[in-house]
T-cell receptor, first 118, second 116 residues
Framework: AQKITQTQPGMFVQEKEAVTLDCTYD???????LFWYKQPSSGEMIFLIY??????QNATEGRYSLNFQKARKSANLVISASQLGDSAMYFC???????????????FGKGTKLSVKP | GAVVSQHPSRVICKSGTSVKIECRSL??????MFWYRQFPKQSLMLMAT?????????EQGVEKDKFLINHASLTLSTLTVTSAHPEDSSFYIC????????????FGPGTRLLVL
């Protein structure tokens, strides 16, 4: 079974509107972290936002917020007031606590291509 | 945020040659570095995890002798693609973290390798 599922291969949004990118995850580890990265055409992976499994509040970073629903195992990214520069691939990722408390690997979803229309 | 550099950004080489890619953490000490490979329009695939001073841990299906990883210091890891072939052409990205925990993982800008 996939650990990270992004069901939207592509999304369109009008400039200045908000958009939600879906992400669901699967883990039995009680301690994990959820990440969203943006990858523009240049290829660089840009960190956007992080949510820890024990965090009580949803993470926010500027125009980015993470809608964390632990019981549903979802971690959707909400981008408010979309800008043309937001057009890129967006990857959801999860890191579980590894064996012996060490770092687990970062597992990526397949990504969602967001296109912002002027 | 933390900065990770990668060099070169692009490389074109002939089949059979070896290519070395460097990954550096510029403003922090990276206890662990990761190497990923990404094919066009696909997600990142973890190739190996390297800890400073020890041998890299490779993912299943990744050839250790083909992709040599050296994590010589807390700020430098290198990936050498030995005897490169056209099927090795890909986008290679390194990443680094500081210490144990679930904190953020920062990525380098990537290296586009084209093997002719």
């Amino acid at each position: 079974a996939q650990k990270i599922t992004q069901t939207q291969p592509g999304m369109f949004v009008q400039e200045k509107e908000a958009v939600t990118l879906d992400c669901t995850y699967d883990t039995s580890d009680p301690s994990y972290g959820l990440f969203w990265y943006k990858q523009p055409s240049s290829g660089e992976m840009i960190f956007l936002i992080y949510q820890g499994s024990y965090d009580q509040q949803n993470a926010t970073e500027g125009r980015y917020s993470l809608n964390f629903q632990k019981a549903r195992k979802s971690a959707n990214l909400v981008i408010s007031a979309s800008q043309l520069g937001d057009s890129a691939m967006y990857f959801c990722a999860m890191r579980e606590r590894g064996y012996g408390g060490s770092q687990g690997n970062l597992i990526f979803g397949k990504g969602t291509k967001l296109s912002v229309k002027p | 945020g933390a900065v990770v550099s990668q060099h070169p950004s692009r490389v074109i080489c002939k089949s059979g040659t070896s290519v070395k890619i460097e990954c550096r953490s510029l403003d922090f000490q990276a206890t662990t570095m990761f190497w990923y490979r990404q094919f066009p329009k696909q997600s990142l695939m973890l190739m190996a995890t390297s800890n400073e001073g020890s041998k890299a841990t490779y993912e299943q299906g990744v050839e250790k002798d083909k992709f040599l990883i050296n994590h010589a210091s807390l700020t430098l890891s290198t990936l050498t693609v030995t005897s490169a072939h056209p099927e090795d052409s890909s986008f290679y990205i390194c990443s680094a973290i500081t210490s144990g925990g679930l904190e953020t993982q920062y990525f380098g800008p990537g290296t586009r390798l084209l093997v002719l």
